[in-house]
Each structure stands twice: as structure tokens, then as C-alpha cells.
């Protein structure tokens, strides 16, 4: 599945009438005239349409815009927050059954192989992301930070 935001929704939705008009490859200067009326800007458009071919829904390179045939559901969301918020919830899903497979028999990880794995694994969050995702199962009980003489630790509890 894929999410998007209303900014990105009006986009895509006019690159998909442009598509069957345009034959497939779509110039920008088309959609800025349609779109960069009022209060949307070229920059926003410019930004929706990276974000876009980064979700890999069309393809914006050299000024043009192709369209990619996609079987992924879309899913729209109101905002930007929005958007981050899921994607957050998804990614805490995904890290802690991560931490599942990484505790001992003691339910314990060391504070820098759950650092490591979360960092340079298949996730590859970054320090932010990666810090406030733990912070944010510590705070709903689902893992507890433990200094022990040998080093830090996390504790799974959930």
C-alpha cells in the first residue's frame, strides 16, 4: 500500500488525465499551468512530484512525467503529520518485531546490536527516526532501558 497526502492526491489524479492526453509522457509546463493556480505554488508542485517518484507512482525527470502502471493501493491521508504519523506507526511495528527476533532468552538486547540492527539493517532509520521510535515503545511499556555492570541493555516486555 502506498500513502499519500491531498497535495499529492490532486497531483497524481491530474497527471492521471494528462496521461491518456499526453500519451504517456506528460511536460511539466502542462501541469503548472493546470495545477501552480492560487495558493499552489511551482515549488509545492516541484516537491509533490519527487515525493511521488519516490513512492514510485510516476516517474519526474527532465522537466517530463511518466505515469507508472501500479497494482498498490493508495491511501490518502490529510496532511503531511499524517502521513509521517503512520509511516512512524508502521516503521514502530516493523523495528519492534525486529527487536523480537534480536532478544536473548532473557527477553534482554544490548543498547548497541538493537542500535546497529535498527540503523544498518533492513529498516536503515536514522538516529532520529531511530531514537524516537524507541523512546516511543519505552513510553508505551514495550521496552525498558537496564544498566547492568557490563553494559546497557533493553528489556522487552511487551
Given at each position: 500500500?502506498?500513502?499519500?497526502?491531498?497535495?499529492?492526491?490532486?497531483?497524481?489524479?491530474?497527471?492521471?488525465?494528462?496521461?491518456?492526453?499526453?500519451?504517456?509522457?506528460?511536460?511539466m509546463d502542462s501541469l503548472k499551468k493546470e495545477?501552480?493556480?492560487?495558493?499552489?505554488?511551482?515549488y509545492d508542485l516541484v516537491q509533490?512530484?519527487?515525493?511521488?517518484?519516490?513512492?514510485?507512482?510516476?516517474?519526474?525527470?527532465?522537466?517530463?512525467?511518466?505515469?507508472?502502471?501500479?497494482?498498490?493501493?493508495?491511501?490518502?491521508?490529510?496532511s503531511k503529520k499524517d502521513l509521517e504519523e503512520l509511516e512512524l506507526n508502521i516503521k514502530e511495528k516493523e523495528s519492534f518485531?525486529?527487536?523480537?527476533?534480536?532478544?536473548d532468552d532473557k527477553n534482554?538486547?544490548?543498547?548497541y546490536?538493537?542500535?546497529?540492527?535498527?540503523?544498518?539493517g533492513d529498516l536503515k532509520l536514522t538516529n532520529f527516526r531511530m531514537y524516537h521510535?524507541?523512546?516511543s515503545l519505552e513510553n508505551k511499556g514495550l521496552l525498558k532501558h537496564i544498566n547492568k555492570s557490563d553494559g546497557e541493555y533493553y528489556l522487552l516486555v511487551g
Amino acid at each position: 500500500m502506498i500513502t499519500i497526502t491531498r497535495k499529492e492526491e490532486v497531483v497524481l489524479n491530474q497527471i492521471k488525465i494528462f496521461d491518456v492526453e499526453y500519451d504517456g509522457i506528460i511536460p511539466m509546463d502542462s501541469l503548472k499551468k493546470e495545477l501552480c493556480i492560487g495558493s499552489f505554488h511551482e515549488y509545492d508542485l516541484v516537491q509533490v512530484l519527487n515525493s511521488l517518484s519516490n513512492k514510485k507512482v510516476i516517474k519526474f525527470e527532465d522537466l517530463n512525467i511518466r505515469l507508472l502502471a501500479s497494482d498498490k493501493e493508495i491511501n490518502t491521508v490529510n496532511s503531511k503529520k499524517d502521513l509521517e504519523e503512520l509511516e512512524l506507526n508502521i516503521k514502530e511495528k516493523e523495528s519492534f518485531e525486529l527487536i523480537k527476533t534480536l532478544v536473548d532468552d532473557k527477553n534482554l538486547v544490548s543498547k548497541y546490536i538493537l542500535e546497529g540492527n535498527l540503523l544498518y539493517g533492513d529498516l536503515k532509520l536514522t538516529n532520529f527516526r531511530m531514537y524516537h521510535i524507541i523512546l516511543s515503545l519505552e513510553n508505551k511499556g514495550l521496552l525498558k532501558h537496564i544498566n547492568k555492570s557490563d553494559g546497557e541493555y533493553y528489556l522487552l516486555v511487551g
